[in-house]
């Protein structure tokens, strides 16, 4: 196995590790602040004090995908012989709701029938990671990752799956916790739900 074209690499720190350049943490902290003091709190009592530092600080980690493509995530690609379908499933994922800026998490299934592409495993979890870590909607986040797989590797046919639990649901609203969104993407052959997507989904529901 040799590798075939190589994509731009995605520099290790612009992913989970606070690397983007958009996040502007003064600005963020003063808008803590902001809060705070709108809710009838005091920003300047010992428990608070460094609250606005904080969410500036973890801010900058669950929002470091923006400005990044999913797909610069999949950077080192292979020729590949096999059709045989490549499946990842237990992937767990975190992200935040754009319409509340609430947590939503749950667990990513990807599978691709390759036509002369892989990429490495490691590249598949880093793009869901990538696409993730900005504001989403989960059905906006599935449809990126499908993209980036099949955009990247063109293979015959890519099947994303998302599972994920909003606390925008379980919080506030409905408040039912517990209640799980299942959202799923299909590309290239598969977008017309033929018998051979019915063998992946299983193989990526298989333990």
């Not at 797989?149 to 599972?163: K, S």
């Amino acid at each position: 196995m040799r590798p075939s074209r190589r994509l731009k690499r995605l520099p290790l720190e612009s992913v989970n590790r606070g690397g983007t350049k958009t996040v502007q943490q003064q600005r963020i902290k003063q808008a803590v602040a902001e809060i705070l003091a709108a809710i009838g709190e005091d920003p300047a009592r010992e428990g608070l004090l460094d609250t606005p530092g904080r969410v500036a600080r973890m801010y900058e980690v669950l929002f470091s995908g923006v400005g990044i493509g999913t797909a610069e995530a999949i950077d080192t690609v292979f020729e590949a012989e096999s059709h045989d379908p490549v499946v990842l499933n237990g992937l767990v994922f975190y992200s935040v709701c754009e319409h509340h800026l609430l947590p939503f998490f749950g667990e990513a299934r990807l599978g691709y029938v390759p036509n002369g592409k892989i990429a490495g495993i490691s590249k598949l979890a880093r793009a869901l990671e990538v696409a993730s870590h900005r504001p989403q909607v989960q059905e906006r986040l599935t449809a990126d990752v499908a993209d980036a797989i099949f955009n990247v590797l063109q293979p015959d046919g890519v099947v994303v799956e998302l599972e994920a639990e909003h606390l925008c649901m379980t919080m506030r609203g409905i408040n039912k916790p517990g209640t799980r969104v299942l959202t799923s993407a299909t590309r290239g052959e598969f977008e017309n739900y033929p018998p051979g997507r019915e063998g992946l989904l299983a193989l990526m529901h298989s333990r």
